[in-house]
């Protein structure tokens, strides 16, 4: 049996439970397309960009439609050819931790010991990514060298996932799991990571490009990843990783779509 119809109602189902929609507002003819219905729940279900922890200057950085991420800055005029390595900095978690949002999660007493375990997760995913890469053009620098870039990050957000409320969501009905995953959206129940970075020429320290992007976790019929505090903030890690490869390859007119937020897989 095809599986086009019920990705088909699924989709629409996760719309109109996502909470801030109506049939009205839908708006989907019966002829309407898989990728048209997915592309509105993606809208819908996106993570609101970040006000901004002070990593980067936030105010200085737009929406960027070519690019992934919530929000972006290019410096004009950089010649990126002449660049062909680039080093990856240890992850900043300074900026999190000075935050007092974090205090009241469920996993206080090991929360500090999580962020600096994810920050090390994300540097190594990141120097992967790079070094994996088909294109080859990028050569990974263990150490800031003359004439290349340097990458320097911070985790500004990092919420676990709930795995008492994902193992209750497992449980439930089909119908009804999906409908708890819509309406996390927009609660702290929902696990989240947020990023700022700065890409600096290493020969001078300045600034040639900012980005800063906040991620929920992929919406899933059955969520695997939601059984452990941070599968669903790895998973988000590893797409930033590859995103950001790409876009270290990216020429312009090229665009780079962001992660879906829906998937059928259950990891």
Same mark, same amino acid.
């Given at each position: 049996m095809s599986l086009k119809p019920l990705v088909f109602h699924i989709l629409l189902a996760m719309v109109l439970l996502s909470g801030c929609t109506t049939m009205e507002s839908v708006k989907f003819s019966g002829e309407a397309s898989k990728d048209a219905m997915?592309?509105? /729940?993606?809208?819908? /279900?996106?993570?609101?960009?970040?006000?901004?922890?002070g990593y980067v200057p936030m105010q200085e950085l737009a929406r960027n439609y070519d690019l992934p991420f919530n929000k972006a800055w290019i410096k004009q005029d950089v010649d990126w050819n002449r660049y062909r390595t680039i080093y990856i900095a240890p992850v900043n978690t300074e900026y999190l931790m000075q935050a007092n949002w974090w205090q009241e999660s469920i996993r206080i007493g090991r929360m500090?010991?999580?962020?600096?375990n994810m920050a090390a997760f994300m540097q190594a995913q990141f120097i992967m990514a790079f070094q994996c890469d088909p294109q080859r053009r990028w050569q990974v620098g263990m150490s800031p060298e003359r004439g290349s870039l340097t990458l320097e990050m911070a985790i500004t957000e990092l919420v676990p996932s709930k795995v008492v /409320?994902?193992?209750v969501k497992v449980a439930a009905p089909f119908p009804m799991g999906l409908a708890t995953s819509a309406l996390e959206r927009g609660t702290e129940s929902?696990?989240?990571v947020a990023f700022e970075a700065r890409v600096?020429?290493?020969d001078s320290g300045q600034i040639v490009a900012m980005f800063a992007d906040r991620e929920h976790a992929?919406?899933?019929?059955?969520? /695997?990843?939601? #059984?452990?505090?941070?599968?669903?903030?790895?998973?988000?890690?590893?797409?930033w990783a590859q995103q950001f490869v790409q876009v270290a390859n990216w020429r312009q007119g090229e665009i780079i779509k962001p992660a879906s937020? #829906?998937?059928l897989m259950p990891w």
């Open positions: 997915q592309s509105s /729940l993606d809208r819908r /279900l996106k993570a609101p960009p970040a006000a901004g922890a500090r010991q999580d962020v600096q /409320l994902n193992a929902q696990s989240t600096k020429d290493t992929t919406v899933r019929p059955i969520d /695997l990843k939601g #059984f452990t505090w941070y599968g669903n903030a790895e998973d988000i890690v590893r797409r937020t #829906f998937s």
